[in-house]
């Protein structure tokens, strides 16, 4: 595990992606590649995305979810600077 990976956010993962075993792991990088696998569908929430942009250079998603995941960040930080 690299630093920047041990730095990252443990955040939940739906329950509806957890088909193939029956808890998420502790490592981050896996919980945040599995919502990644169906983002936006899931994992919007303010706390989600952010650690999704941290973690961007290392998921491994096709290039469109990495720009769905950059325009909400934008859009979280667009919204947090107009409150």
Same mark, same amino acid.
């Not at 896996?30 to 942009?53: C, E, K, M, Q, S």
């Not at 859009?75 to 409150?83: E, F, G, K, P």
């Given at each position: 595990? %690299?630093?920047?990976?041990? !730095?990252?956010?443990?955040? $939940?993962? #739906?329950?509806?992606?957890?088909? @193939?075993?029956?808890?998420?792991?502790? @490592?981050?990088?896996? =919980?945040?590649?599995?919502?990644?696998?169906?983002? #936006?569908?899931?994992? %919007? @929430? =303010?706390?989600?995305?952010?650690?999704?942009?941290?973690?961007?250079?290392?998921?491994? %998603?096709?290039?469109? !979810? =990495?720009?769905?995941?950059?325009?909400? $960040?934008?859009?979280?930080?667009?919204?947090?600077?107009?409150?």
């Amino acid at each position: 595990m %690299t630093q920047r990976e041990a !730095t990252l956010p443990l955040v $939940e993962v #739906p329950q509806s992606l957890l088909w @193939d075993r029956a808890v998420a792991p502790l @490592d981050p990088l896996w =919980r945040l590649n599995r919502i990644a696998t169906r983002f #936006p569908a899931v994992g %919007t @929430d =303010r706390a989600t995305v952010a650690a999704l942009y941290a973690a961007l250079p290392l998921l491994t %998603t096709p290039l469109e !979810t =990495r720009v769905l995941i950059e325009l909400y $960040e934008e859009a979280w930080r667009a919204r947090r600077s107009q409150q």
